[in-house]
């Protein structure tokens, strides 16, 4: 249930936030990838580099950054909107009674405000605590309000008594966890979408043929991402660099009119994504054998491939989302407008070929999700971007 997911887990201020190191990776093992928040109070539990070093992401705890030019005080916005599932654990009993009266002091409690997610909760503190009026009605208006929470255990203390107060098991979180994002319908729950990734190559010859670097990373994210909003995904890919994802049929193909042919095959789907990097030309003729450099001629015939986003435009049924691709090196936003209206398309994700780590190859990107009346840009890693795009267009 957790593969592919996107987490966030809150640690705040108690003894049991080093067991949150646990669960972190816990989560990475069942597939998830997490980004991590603290109060302040519990980095003096934990220190910052070890959730750094074991999520790969900075941890979010202060609001405001030390650098006044940065943007990281929005961080709370972009990870409210990225995040699948919320887990604070541990969650003690001065945060619990902050999310439950809206305050938001910190970076924790104000993406909780801001999470589109459900927000799971692990109240975690000594027995008498738990036990007192005060928690008790801020856990009952934590229900009220539609927050998970997962019961702690009884058993021995910090301050050396027995009681209920103690942070539930790993496996009995992760358990809960995995039910929560179970019941969670995506806004692509029952629908059909087919991805295109990677290369095509048109053969000269057997050991010859005309392609482009394309390594298939933003259709497999594309994928991915259509995968953990709930859609039945079909990617259908090129020669890739990079490893097919589980649970998603593949179809490998090599030639432009291979990509065709199965394209058309798979037309009725409900949502086409077309990123594949595909060759406009082809030869005219391509040789059985290896052409030897001295029988070879100093000039190649090419003729034009099927213009497959274009065909499917004029074949679009009635409800079907057809989003393209187009990589430029100059006038992005005039020639993916263009290709907007041209080929018929719902959407075009348009990126420049002359952007800083962007394009072919990169894990990074830079990309402007064009519409008939909008224009978005996104940036960062590939498989962040890919999964608000389809947010943007499916929310």
């Excluded at 593969?3 to 108690?14: A, C, D, E, H, P």
């Excluded at 541990?90 to 409690?109: E, H, W």
């Excluded at 082809?282 to 001629?297: D, L, N, S, Y």
């Excluded at 679009?316 to 993916?336: D, P, R, S, Y």
């Amino acid at each position: 249930m957790l593969s592919g997911k996107r987490i966030i887990l809150g640690v705040t201020g108690g003894i049991a936030a080093y067991k949150a190191a646990f669960l972190l990776r816990e989560f990475q093992k069942a597939g998830a990838e997490v980004r991590v928040t603290m109060t302040p109070s519990a980095t003096r539990f934990v220190g910052l580099e070890t959730f750094a070093s074991l999520s790969g992401h900075e941890v979010a705890v202060e609001i405001f950054p030390d650098d006044p030019g940065s943007s990281d005080w929005t961080r709370h916005i972009n990870w409210g909107e990225w995040a699948d599932l919320f887990v604070i654990a541990p969650c003690t009993a001065n945060t619990l009674a902050k999310i439950t009266n809206g305050i938001s002091d910190n970076m924790l409690t104000s993406t909780v405000l801001a999470a589109r997610c459900p927000v799971l909760l692990c109240p975690t503190m000594d027995g008498e605590m738990y036990e007192s009026p005060g928690v008790s009605k801020n856990i009952k208006t934590a229900q009220e309000f539609g927050y998970h929470v997962l019961e702690p255990e009884a058993g021995y203390l910090a301050s050396g008594l027995v009681g209920k107060g103690r942070l539930p098991e790993t496996e009995d979180i992760i358990e809960k966890a995995s039910e929560i994002i179970g019941s969670i319908k995506g806004p692509l729950e029952g629908k059909k979408v087919i991805v295109t990734a990677g290369p095509t190559r048109e053969h000269i010859d057997p050991v010859r043929f005309i392609s482009n670097p394309s390594s298939g990373k933003m259709g497999v994210a594309m994928a991915k991402a259509a995968q953990s909003l709930g859609a039945d995904v079909t990617l259908i890919h090129g020669p890739i660099s990079v490893s097919k994802p589980e649970g998603i049929h593949s179809i490998n193909i090599t030639t432009t009119a291979d990509l065709f042919e199965a394209v058309k095959e798979y037309r009725d789907a409900d949502v086409i994504i077309m990123a594949a990097a595909v060759s406009d030309f082809t030869p005219t003729e391509i040789h059985q054998q290896k052409v030897k450099k001295a029988e070879g001629e100093n000039s190649i015939g090419l003729k034009r491939t099927q213009d497959i986003l274009a065909w499917l435009g004029e074949h679009k049924k009635e409800g079907q989302v057809l989003i393209g691709f187009a990589m430029e090196t100059e006038n992005l936003i005039e020639n993916a407008t263009s290709k907007l209206k041209k080929k018929n398309a719902d959407w075009i994700i348009a990126n420049s070929l002359n952007d800083k780590d962007a394009g072919f190859e990169a894990d990074t990107n830079t990309v402007h999700l064009l519409g008939i009346d909008s224009d978005q840009e996104f940036q960062g890693p590939k498989k962040d971007i890919a999964i608000e795009i389809l947010n943007t267009i499916f929310r």
